[in-house]
């Protein structure tokens, strides 16, 4: 394999694992696990993702918040206890980064990366 080949399949394998995530089945399987907050805040330092479709936010006044999600589109809608849907703008999402346009009270753009991958 010679320089300019080697070059090319680099590139190509990098723009593949850096194309978001589109298909929302895929996106539900991609998006279970731990997330951690690129910034520490006090709100949603973490957001665990399980399989049934509980998302669970922490927070670091000790107070945990559950709610049902689904990713719909470029959108992630979170369910409370009383059925009310909040649909979060999800800007970019791949297996190991999710940035959301806000999330809940937060309106700034929240980074999140898949914990214990930085």
Known sequence: ???SQFTMLFAITLIS???SIKDSTNSEKYIVGKWC???EKINYPTIT????SLAVLGSRMDTIYY???FVNGNY???MNFENKNAKIPILTFTRDSLILGSL???KEIQTYYKCGTQ
């Open 67 to 69: 709610y049902k999600y």
């Open 49 to 52: 993702f399980t399989e049934d």
């Open 104 to 106: 809940l009270e937060n």
């Open 1 to 3: 394999m010679n320089i």
């Open 17 to 19: 694992s850096c194309i």
């Open 76 to 78: 992630l809608h979170l």
């Open 37 to 39: 907050l690129l910034d």
